[in-house]
């Protein structure tokens, strides 16, 4: 009928929540992304795919994508890339547990607004693993690699665009409007 | 399924912190187990053998892609590539004959300074440097002349035996007749019996002959020839023949016995003159270089 604007502020519309198989494969894609062969040259680039799909569901539905779920991935990680068991483990789970501490505020902003509260997370988590490999006396670290984090906060709003239209989240209840 | 994304109503679990605290210790626990144990290698192995497989097919394509694209990049420079190698495979292998030919030289080289210098006779180490054009005899020019103290006559060996004799000398060089030329004849010593002998070339690089050979000599195949010394031309006790077979008189009262030159007769470059040493030497004199 109108176009306009709603006289009255509206909840969100209706959509169709998300399914755990919906999650889990979303998950999957992730995972087999992370496991694409990356040049060497450029894999200190490549950001944790994984992390941020996860990061995405604990904002979207914390019920389908919980610390259980960000532990055995980082295990499945940990396992893929030959680092120490538990490694990815335990980095993971301290990134979803920072994520879903202010998940009540993340979950209000769109995209855009999220990524600059992202990043100090997505970079952390990679000196995190950065530190605890250097802690456990895996020699060197390779500083470099926290730029994959930067990487991942440039690429969070086409990840999470993309998450929406695959999940066929309609394009305007990716946030409801501060207010 | 249906009521996962809602929140229960009533809770009945840990506190975030409480699970998140759970989960670190866990993480540490693991960590410290395989940074300091071997036990989770088992485990390991187990979801890598489930994570291989996907790893594999992942990369299957990526690979197949770039193998395509490496095919296609890289045939221009297969066919550059190819032209260089082949090049360089002809240099190599023209160093690589001129190296052969280099270290069999040196061999020789090094057996003729070894060469046991006989009393009163010195070597003079010559090269030859052509054989003469004429298909009736055999003969070859060495670099060696009057010069060097060359006369007529003189005996010429190789590292192994007598291969023939000065007989014509020019300042700088000299004509070598060999052993195996026609005219030519050498007087030799049977090594076993004692029994002396003349070979005498027959035209062939690699057979001599002992015409009119008494037919009750003692001679059998086998027998090693060296020079006699009797005519005053050779020195006595270089190594000439073999006898390969001897022949019983047909039309002839004389048998005769066919032998096989011991030196590289026509084979090398490198030859020495045995020249006769003065008869006496002169002294250093001291008081000369004064």
Known sequence: MNGDKPLLPQGAELVRPPTRPMVYLCLALALALSLLPWAGTIRWLVPDFVLMTLLYWNIRAPRLAGLGTAFALGLLIDVAHGVLMGLNALAYCTATFVVLMVRRRLENFDAARQTPQLAPVLVGKEALVLGLGLLLGHGFADWRWLAAGVVGAALWIPLVWTIDRLTGRPESSGAREPG | ?290
């Open chain 2, 1 to 290: 399924m249906s009521a996962a994304p809602q929140a229960p109503l009533f809770v009945r679990e840990m506190g975030l912190p409480a699970r998140f605290g759970l989960y670190f210790l866990l993480g540490l626990f693991l960590l410290a187990l395989d940074a300091r144990y071997t036990t989770l290698a088992q485990v390991r192995a187990g979801v890598n053998a489930l994570l291989h497989p996907a790893q594999m097919a992942l990369a299957w394509p990526w690979e197949w892609a770039q193998h395509v694209a490496g095919f296609f990049v890289t045939h221009g420079e297969l066919v550059v590539d190819n032209a260089r190698l082949r090049e360089q495979r002809d240099r190599l292998g023209m160093d690589l004959q001129d190296r052969h030919a280099l270290v069999a030289e040196n061999e020789r080289l090094r057996a003729l300074l070894n060469l046991p210098t006989r009393p009163g006779m010195s070597a003079v180490v010559g090269e030859i440097m052509e054989t003469a054009p004429d298909p009736f005899s055999r003969k070859v020019v060495i670099n060696r002349g009057s010069g060097h103290g060359i006369q007529p006559g003189l005996p010429v060996v190789d590292a192994v035996g007598l291969i023939g004799q000065v007989t014509r000398v020019f300042p700088w060089t000299a004509e070598v007749t060999l052993l195996t030329d026609r005219d030519q004849d050498a007087p030799v010593q049977n090594l076993r019996t004692g029994l002396r002998l003349i070979v005498s070339g027959q035209g062939s690089d690699n057979q001599l002959v002992i015409r009119f050979l008494d037919m009750h000599a003692d001679v059998q195949a086998g027998d090693l020839l060296h020079t006699s010394g009797i005519d005053g031309v050779y020195p006595a006790g270089i190594p000439v023949a073999e006898v390969v077979r001897t022949e019983p008189p047909r039309h002839t009262p004389f048998a005769s016995a066919y032998c096989r030159p011991l030196a590289g007769v026509g084979r090398y470059r490198h030859i020495a003159v045995l020249r006769p040493e003065p008869a006496v030497a002169a002294p250093a004199s001291k008081g000369g270089r004064r």
